[in-house]
């Protein structure tokens, strides 16, 4: 990578519907930025709290910036990290449609990644029961009171081309439960079901992160950052955090957007 791309700093920051939105000219300068927040964050959290509890988003666009945090010259702290999956598709760790797979290969199996406490959502158990145990696993990891939601420090997302975000697809069941953590999620229109946070518990994120890059969402990202609120039609929209969430777009995605 050039020095010159090292820093990049953004070509546009926008404000849209109380959320940011951080835009440049390539998915390249987009990724080192982004990736040296993230590390920036990491620490602050552990030095805050002791530790930085960090959600990952599934799907292909986060896996260059996976690998850029794992790329060696950015220090997390990884001992005191604890990573979940906002969702995962329900096959094995070793399926090439596994998050976890996506995920590992870029960032988690690598050296120092390998001293962070990573919370694998198991696609390949029963759904139902695979939801039960990650959201037990995160009420004792987070020591949750009854009915209470997890503040992740940072969770990161995508967006499908229909709106989407982690498996919460428009029209399915997960879209209206708001007293769960994580469900299984049936995605008609791909039959098959799914894992998935909640509503709730991405609102609840102390920061929300959505990534899109490339001209396939620059259609999406004109609607979700638009001025109609559907958040039935668009799931993303769901998506409000305390601290307003902060999209982070390369030209190309953000090309319908004045
Ligand atoms: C998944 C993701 C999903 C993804 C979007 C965007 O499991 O697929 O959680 O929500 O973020 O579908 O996917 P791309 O990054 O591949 O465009």
């Known amino acids: 990578m050039s020095a010159a791309s090292?820093?990049?700093?953004?070509?546009?920051?926008?404000?849209?519907?109380?959320?940011?939105?951080?835009?440049?000219?390539?998915?390249?300068?987009?990724?080192?930025?982004?990736?040296?927040?993230?590390?920036?964050?990491?620490?602050?959290?552990?030095?805050?709290?002791?530790?930085f509890d960090w959600v990952l988003a599934g799907g292909s666009t986060p896996e260059d910036l996976y690998r850029r945090i794992a790329g060696g010259d950015l220090s997390l702290p990884w001992a005191r990290t604890h990573v979940w999956f906002g969702d995962e598709r329900c096959v094995g760790p070793d399926d090439p449609q596994s998050n976890y797979r996506m995920a590992h290969a870029a960032m988690l199996g690598t050296a120092p990644a390998r001293a962070a406490t990573v919370h694998r959502m198991k696609g390949e158990q029963d759904p139902a029961r695979a939801a039960i145990d990650y959201e037990a696993e995160i009420r004792r990891a987070c020591q949750l009171p009854a009915g209470g939601f997890p503040a992740f420090d940072l969770t990161l997302l995508g967006v499908g081309e229909d709106g989407h975000t982690a498996s919460l697809f428009p029209g399915t069941p997960a879209l209206a439960i708001r007293d769960r953590i994580v469900v299984e999620n049936p995605v008609a229109k791909l039959a098959t079901t799914r894992l998935t946070m909640t509503i709730p518990t991405l609102c609840h994120s102390r920061r929300a992160w959505i990534f899109a890059v490339g001209a396939r969402k620059a259609a999406i990202l004109k609607d979700v950052l638009g001025a109609t609120r559907d958040a039935a039609r668009w799931p993303v929209q769901g998506v409000r955090t305390a601290r307003p969430v902060v999209w982070w777009l390369d030209e190309a995605a953000a090309a319908g957007m004045g």
């Open 6 to 51: 090292e820093h990049r700093a953004p070509t546009r920051v926008l404000q849209r519907s109380g959320a940011l939105v951080v835009v440049f000219a390539d998915a390249e300068a987009l990724v080192d930025y982004a990736a040296r927040e993230l590390a920036m964050i990491a620490s602050d959290c552990v030095d805050e709290q002791g530790r």
